[in-house]
């Protein structure tokens, strides 16, 4: 495998460059260059599944089908688009199907299933780590789950993936306003939460870089 091969950004993700090159190889039939394009995007995609499904094993099952299906269609891949944009089109859309399958499409969540590694996650990485830090992150990402589906994959897109509103428009299949007015009302059910736990000074929580403004 050759330096161009790996994940070089300086966050461990590709860069436009060394992705456009790993996917021209991969059409080529390159398994290498796919295996690398596979170790780019699988962590960072299964995350944001199961933000979705809330089900380990149907988020492994919809990132798998959303791989095959991502290679099954490589050769016709538009270059005008970033390789993860459209990863995460398809795994939004086999999330949903999903979801209409077992009838949970509300956003209705279990959370027992919600664990204490999931309450350490860094959506609130401007908090210090302690345990009033990892209690508020909980209690964030529990009012993140209660949002709709595409409140919920607006949300996470942005903070999570940076992408800026047009990007998320693209993947969730929808206008840009629609993605801010969905910023919008998940920030507004976001900030009520927040008042209750650290006062009205609750905007020193950072949930990381954004994509774009909104």
Request: net charge neutral; aromatic share 8%; proline share 2%.
């Amino acid at each position: 495998m050759t330096a161009m091969d790996q994940p070089t950004a300086g966050d461990g993700r590709l860069t436009p460059l060394e992705e456009r090159r790993l996917i021209e190889r991969a059409q080529k039939g390159c398994a290498t260059s796919a295996h690398s394009l596979i170790a780019a995007h699988q962590d960072r995609l299964h995350a944001f599944v199961w933000r979705l499904v809330r089900s380990r094993d149907d988020a492994e099952e919809i990132c798998q089908d959303a791989f095959l299906r991502a290679f099954t269609s490589l050769r016709t891949f538009d270059f005008n688009y970033r390789f993860s944009t459209w990863l995460f089109t398809i795994g939004y859309r086999l999330s949903l199907n999903c979801m209409r399958r077992r009838k949970t499409y509300s956003g209705d969540v279990d959370f027992s299933a919600f664990s204490a590694d999931d309450a350490r996650d860094s959506v609130a990485d401007g908090v210090a780590n302690t345990d009033e830090a990892r209690r508020l992150q909980k209690t964030i990402w529990e009012n993140v789950d209660q949002l709709t589906p595409p409140q919920r994959a607006t949300v996470l897109l942005f903070y999570k993936e940076s992408l800026s509103c047009q990007e998320i428009g693209d993947v969730l299949g929808m206008p840009a306003a629609t993605v801010k007015s969905h910023l919008h009302r998940a920030r507004a059910r976001l900030k009520e939460t927040l008042e209750g736990h650290v006062g009205e000074d609750w905007t020193n929580v950072r949930f990381g870089a954004a994509g774009g403004s909104a």
